[in-house]
């Protein structure tokens, strides 16, 4: 087990364990963290995981853990590292399981004091009109055909159906497709699991908000954004579902053979992986890339069933009612990227396992329309605490590879969170702190507050370090859980 004594306090919220800290590291170990967070990643495997993948082949400068660090299977959950593409590996431990697990944010055009003698009303619609729960499916069967586009299209297949807009695509990440998806590396077993849970939220942390914007830190950027203080906004939080984690499943599988023709030594059996450059290297990331394509087109039409349901109660009342898409943006992904390294510019594909991209401004990925500023970024909290609109920054390309937190972060593992709390005394102490919650007893058990990290505390690790900066600060008025 790693000591606090075995870091190096680099900055003052920056730590370092040394790659001559383990023989087979090939670069350091780094962490983003305050005390109190620190101590808390001690207590479980999440550094371990760190250490292990700073030991595989082609991985650059040091891989990372952002505040909101936790245990999770094979790279920890809040990891990011580069692997050089020329010489590198891929490794679907270090993506996870729910590849583009992600979250988007849509303004309104309402105050939140507007919706809130109607939040029963909205919860209870919305609860029963998004589908939600493990293995549940929606109201869309995709044929074998509309499959495959839904896999290599992505959210531009759901607009091309009608549900969206060409400017919801240009506010979502990689325009909700990305690139070198191919729908034949994905196993007739993930085609099937996703056939009919296009539309539907799932479970575990997944969630459907609206919020209030409580607090705003910089004015210029949340008026590029449209956020303002007391304004209602709409937050969307799911992935792809049971067809993301089978190609995880499937390609963990593949890989395990990959690592023995390639002679790939491994400190742990969960990042089994193969050489970017291999077949099996590239058929995942095909793979990986449909499955966020899925996952993207899932949000998508989420975002159309919640427009439709919230607009049919809106609408009579409130002339010009509207949602607007700030920003989607993905939390388990790798994707090739290029950053100076050694002083050379470098390709690099970064995994990012429950961390967030924070591209800075001028970045040409970004829309039109935030280039001057950066990337929104979306931190959401729990269904009892705040969520953070942040943006990206230049300086965290050199110290994070553009990226960030993703989320407050467990401290505990579902089944304790469980024992801890019922699912009703859950919703009732929610309702009496104003916050209306819809969702399975179970459920609101194993995603109670207790059970997660101060969201306050993360984001102003990330904030200070210069990874994100912060811009406005949203809390709970109703959620519906998966």
Not at 113 to 140: C, F, T, W
Not at 234 to 247: A, D, E, F, K
Not at 303 to 312: A, D, G
Request: with cysteine.
């Amino acid at each position: 087990m790693v000591n606090k004594k075995d870091l190096k306090r680099i900055e003052e919220h920056l730590w370092e364990l040394p790659q001559g800290y383990r023989s087979d590291m090939r670069v350091p170990a780094r962490i983003y963290a305050d005390d109190v967070l620190l101590e808390a990643a001690l207590q479980d495997r999440s550094i371990e995981q760190l250490i292990n993948t700073a030991c595989l082949p082609g991985v650059q400068k040091y891989t990372l853990a952002m505040p909101d660090i936790h245990q999770g299977y094979g790279m920890p959950i809040g990891g990011v590292t580069a692997m050089r593409t020329k010489d590198g590996v891929i490794s679907p431990g270090a993506v996870g399981y729910d590849i583009n697990c992600g979250v988007r944010l849509l303004r309104s055009n309402l105050e939140a004091e507007q919706v809130k003698p109607l939040m029963d009303e909205l919860i209870n619609a919305l609860h029963y009109g998004v589908p939600s729960g493990v293995g549940r499916g929606g109201s869309i069967r995709l044929s074998r055909p509309d499959m495959d586009k839904v896999l290599e299209r992505g959210a531009g297949w759901a607009v091309s159906k009608g549900y969206g807009t060409a400017d919801d695509l240009e506010h979502t990440e990689e325009r909700g497709a990305l690139a070198g998806a191919r729908a034949s590396a994905i196993s007739p077993r993930a085609k099937k699991r996703g056939s009919n849970q296009l539309g539907t939220l799932g479970a575990g942390n997944h969630f459907v908000e609206i919020g209030e914007v409580v607090e705003v830190y910089d004015e210029a950027v949340a008026q590029q954004f449209g956020v303002y203080p007391g304004q209602a906004v709409l937050w969307i939080h799911t992935g792809s579902r049971g067809l993301g984690h089978q190609v995880c499943t499937d390609y963990i599988n593949a890989h395990r053979s990959a690592v023995a023709k390639y002679g790939i030594r491994l400190p742990d059996r969960d990042l089994v992986c193969a050489p970017i450059n291999s077949p099996e290297g590239q058929d995942y990331m095909a793979a990986m890339a449909c499955a966020a394509n899925y996952a993207w087109a899932n949000r998508q039409l989420i975002l159309h069933l919640t427009r439709t349901i919230l607009n049919e109660i809106l609408a009579p009342r409130f002339k010009h009612f509207h949602l607007t898409l700030i920003y989607d943006i993905a939390h388990n992904i790798a994707k090739a990227e290029e950053y100076v390294i050694d002083g050379r510019p470098t390709k690099v594909i970064v995994h990012r396992k429950g961390a967030t991209r924070s591209f800075g401004p001028q970045n040409p990925k970004l829309p039109v329309d935030y280039r001057a500023v950066g990337q929104p970024v979306l931190v959401p909290g729990d269904m009892g605490t705040a969520s953070y609109l942040l943006v990206g920054t230049t300086e965290a390309a050199e110290k994070s590879f553009s990226s960030t937190c993703h989320g407050a972060g467990r401290v505990m593992s579902r089944r304790a969170a469980k024992k801890k709390a019922r699912g009703e005394d859950v919703q009732r102490r929610l309702a009496e702190a104003g916050i209306t919650v819809r969702g399975p007893w179970k459920g609101l058990a194993e995603e109670a507050p207790h059970a997660y990290k101060d969201i306050d505390r993360v984001v102003n690790v990330v904030h200070k370090a210069g990874l994100a900066r912060k811009v406005a600060k949203m809390v709970p008025l109703g959620v519906i859980k998966g």
